[in-house]
């Protein structure tokens, strides 16, 4: 193949172009799966591609890389690394901490509930919650002490229900119900008061913390959206502030959403001249939610800085056939756990997602079927230099890979105690595996069984090559016999895949379909039910999505002896996957919501 003996000095064909030659148009029987496999339509299009010596490539057509490595190093450093921030932003703390043990003075205890649980909240949504771990135990564990004879009113019973269940505490949504009706339906009252809105927020924020079978919290989104809906069609009865924070939770909701993302977006709703941050208390709590960002922002351009350089210096910056977003994948590190002592964990899970999306984009629509099956030869093999037999420009991306993987396995050791890089290797291998399967879909026009997909997709889907190395460098020690409970064979780990992928579908399958790529959970079940259209499958994989998320909210939340760091942050990277989907596909097209995202969480410090 001409590709084989193509000199590194004439790169140039390899790595700016992309691939379609391994589309045929075939209903020939695939031996993997031993059946007729039916061709798509979509075969017969002229689909995007280039051809250079003689070898066709379909093109994907990615915007370029929106943040250059020189604009990256030539951001300026911030001040808030000085000792007097520290110690200011430790004086408020210590200041907050006082407002909790005040919290025991209030007059009631319906009273003191509602306040430790809004103080709890607060800290929480403003990102400093870490900060408070002893006084937000203490608070809840009074909470729930006290929980079915203060949970009488709807705000209490609604904020109480989420936050306890976000702490593991065993509430049940039925507390709901008393709030119901004879016809079945919530009360309301005629006249909309800021405070009823308030609390019919706080219900829709709990109802996104479903379990399966929870009725009464499906019937309980359905009215709060409805409800808060029609509010924001009358702007003139709320505050501008609460007016934004309810358009926040009902754009972001509970799994298109961040920690980091949610404290900025909270700093800016409050952060101007309103009523709540007049109080004394809420503005020593927005005063050092805002410094803590900025403290942190200082040591994340330092570690951006880190692994834009990496991006150039590895050479993954030559593969123009691919998506360069390695800020982005960056930004959501940060938004994901913006912890000063996560730093190793931010630089490689930037490094992890900007590698899968090299061999997810490799697969996709660059590599020939040849070329595939060699490289992922070369990889079952993991030897320390890439094999004569390679491209020479797949022997640049072997060893970007390897060195990558090789050097995330030596910060996990430092971290575990002992070597995990077969583990990694045998994740990477798993991936390849079934990338490599999809390929060969792609190559014969085969649509699988919506099952048959599903399955592959556990693995194709990348979650556990951008999950599993990083949060070997969390504090979490993993044992094997832990480790397997959030990453493969888990229900947790088939949940976290599999809703990403049903996600990404609903998403992207348009788009994919256009450039060749036609094999989706949405082509899958119509070829299983042949009499149902494009928006019957679409509607069938968002009801899917919705029963497996709740599972997940359920598996996510059960006590087990998993370092809660560890589960909390592989969850999160599930949520920064639906932050990047949650209006289309923000990673390929990172123009809009995704860059504003990451001027918000990286370039632009908060006005003290």
Known sequence: ????????????????????????????????????????????????????????????????????DDFIQSLPNLPYDAPHYRERA??????????????????????????RLEMVDNVERFGIGRHFQKEIAEALDYVYRFWNESSKDL??????LRVLRLHRYPVSSDVLEQFKEKDGQFIRSTSQTEEEIKSIVNLFRASLISFPEETIMDEAKAFSTMYLNQVLEKTDIISANLLQEIRFNLEYGWFSNLPGLEARHYMDIYGENCSWVKKVDNKKILGLAKLDFNINQSLHRSELQIVSRWWKESGLCKFDFMRHRHVEYFFAGCAITSEPKN?????????????????????????????????????????????????????????????????????????????????????????????????????????????????????????????????????????????????????FNDLLCLTLRLRGDTRTFKAEADRGEVTSSISCYMKDHPNCNEEDALRHIISMLDKHLKELNKEYLKHDDVPICTKDTAFNILRCYHVFYRDGDGIGNSGKDTKNHVEKILIEPMEL
């Not at 407002?99 to 009273?111: K, L, P, R, T």
């Not at 705000?155 to 109480?160: H, K």
């Open 155 to 160: 705000n209490t019973a609604a904020l109480g």
């Open 343 to 491: 730093s190793t964990f931010r630089i490689i899970f930037a490094k992890c997602v900007a590698l899968t999306s090299l061999i997810d984009d490799l697969y996709d629509t660059h590599g020939t079927l040849d070329e595939l099956k060699l490289f992922t030869k070369a990889i079952r093999r993991w030897d320390s230099s890439p094999p004569h037999y390679l491209p020479e420009y797949m022997k640049l991306a072997y060893r970007i890979l390897y060195d990558a993987i090789i050097e995330s396995a030596e910060q996990a050791k430092k971290i575990q105690g002992r070597d995990t890089l077969h583990l990694v290797q045998k994740a990477w291998v798993s991936y390849m595996d079934s990338v490599m399967e999809e390929a060969k879909w792609l190559s014969t026009g085969c649509i699988p069984t919506l099952k048959e997909y599903l399955e592959n997709a556990k693995e194709s889907v990348a979650f556990r090559t951008t999950t599993l190395e990083p949060i070997l460098t969390l504090d979490g020690i993993l044992p094997e016999n832990i480790l397997q409970k959030v990453d493969y064979p888990s229900t």
């Open 1 to 68: 193949m001409a590709l084989n003996s193509t000199p590194f000095s004439a790169l140039n064909f390899c790595l700016k172009s992309k691939p379609t030659h391994h589309i045929k148009h075939s209903t020939k029987s695939f031996s993997a799966l031993g059946r007729k496999c039916v061709s798509s339509p979509i075969m017969n299009k002229a689909l995007p591609s280039t051809n250079v010596e003689g070898v066709t490539r379909r093109t994907a057509n990615f915007h370029p890389n929106l943040w250059e």
């Open 90 to 115: 430790d004086g408020l703390v210590a200041e907050v901490k006082d407002m909790f043990n005040a919290v025991g003075a209030a007059d009631s205890c319906a009273e003191n509930i509602y306040k």
